[in-house]
Every structure is written in C-alpha cells, then in structure tokens.
C-alpha cells in the first residue's frame, strides 16, 4: 500500500506527485465548475455519494446494492455537459445516490472541477464512501480522494472492491494495513472498513444495511 507520511492536522494532509496533486483553484474558472454550481441542490434530498479510481469496481458496486433491493424503484437522471459524469440514483422516496467520474491518473482536473466542488457544497451530504481497491490498496491516486474529503471534514468510510480477487492471507493484510492507516492518518474516516464483492455479493448486504442506517431507512421489525 503506498501510504505517504502525512503532516499532521487538517489542511494539505498528503503529499502527491505535481501530475497527480489536485490543482489550484485557477480552474475554479472552468465550465466543468460552473456547471456543478449550476446543478439542483437537492436540498431536501438525503445525499450518499460514491467516489472511487477508475476500474475500482464502482459502478459494479452500484449494481450489486441495487440489485438487493429489486422493489425500490432505482431512477438514474443524468446531467448535461461536463457534469454528465455523473449520476444521481434516486432511489425510491428515501435517498439519492451520486455516482462521481471515476478519477485517476488522467482526471485529476476533472476531479477538481466537479467532485470537489459537489462535495463542498452539498451540506444535504450524509456520507461519501471511497472506495479502494483491495487487491492494489491505497494507491496514490486515492489520496487525492482522501485529502479532499480530510480537508472538507466529510465524514466518508473506506469500501474495499474486488474482495474475491485476493487470498484470504492478502486481504487479511489489506484490511490491516488499511485500518491503520485510518486510524493514524485520517481524521473524517469512518474506522469500520466494509470489504466487498460484486461478484460474490459478500459484504454487499452489510454495505446496504449501513446506507439504510445512515440515511434513516433502516427497518427493524
Ligand atoms: P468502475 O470503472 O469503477 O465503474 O469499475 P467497474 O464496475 O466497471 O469494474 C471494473 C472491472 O472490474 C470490470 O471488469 C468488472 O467486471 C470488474 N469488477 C468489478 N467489481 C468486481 C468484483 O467485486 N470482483 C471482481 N472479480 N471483479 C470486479
């Protein structure tokens, strides 16, 4: 797992490589940005939103949760220009789901314009779940996820993808590896990591069952 050192406190937590380091906010000027300001504010909608490398397994994920639930009518609404990266899940009367472009080695221009500048200024926002490959760990692309939403004070949780990839022996290290890191270098981040497959549907049930919670959906009788 390539986890820098991180300075302590809030503010700048990671150091990154200048390609892969969020950008300054010159591009705050950028339609991408004007466009997010521009989209429904949702206010009275309780927001969860999933942020994650491309390839992490995200929209796999999506389908798998949703998939749980067939009753729920799950209404996908995409918005035009460049926020049409994302999507919103409305799903039934209870919550809605906003699927964020898959950031990486090439994106991280986009990820500012429009994940960091949705995220700051949603306040409907009950938690951002990041999520991380559990074969490759935290990669470094991941810390621009993790610095945002550090500095921002949201309150996100780490999912591990692809857990039926590894051998028990490698995940069990993941995990551990992982956990550490949260608990010594992030602040924000929920210490409970939910470790999933979309293929197998392990860890999928209790991912759910953690959404309903959150959103205040969970049903107890
Ligand atoms: P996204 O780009 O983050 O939306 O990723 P996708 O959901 O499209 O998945 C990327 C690749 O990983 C696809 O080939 C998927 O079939 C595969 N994948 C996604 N989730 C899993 C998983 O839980 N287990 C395995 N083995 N492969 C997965």
Redo the contacts with the bound molecule.
């Keep these: 797992m390539a986890a820098p050192r991180l300075r302590p406190g809030m503010g700048r937590l990671i150091e990154m490589p200048a390609a892969l380091g969020r950008l300054s906010r010159a591009y705050s000027k950028s339609h991408a940005f004007r466009e997010v300001l521009q989209l429904p504010k949702m206010e009275l909608t309780k927001l969860v939103c999933f942020i ?1 490398r ?8 999506i389908k798998a949760l949703f998939s749980l639930a067939p009753e729920v009518e799950v209404r996908v609404s995409k918005t035009p220009g460049h926020t049409k990266k994302m999507n919103f899940f409305k799903v039934g009367k209870y919550f809605t789901l906003v699927d964020m472009p ?1 950031y990486g080695y090439r994106a991280p221009e986009d990820f500012v314009d429009m994940v960091e500048t949705y995220l700051k200024e949603r306040k409907n926002l009950l938690r951002t779940f990041l999520l991380v490959d559990s074969v490759a760990g935290i990669q470094k692309a991941d810390n621009i996820a993790i610095e945002m939403c550090e500095e921002f004070a949201l309150p996100y949780v780490m999912v591990l ?2 857990i ?2 590894s051998s028990t022996g490698h995940l069990l290290k993941q995990v551990l590896e992982i956990q550490k890191f949260v608990a010594t270098k992030t602040q924000g981040c929920f210490p409970q990591l939910f470790p999933v ?3 197998t549907y392990s860890g999928i049930h209790l991912l759910r069952c953690f959404i309903a919670t959150i959103t205040g959906n969970l049903k107890t009788n």
């Design positions: 994650g491309s390839n992490v397994g995200k929209s796999s994920l898959g993808t692809k039926d990839k497959s979309a293929v």
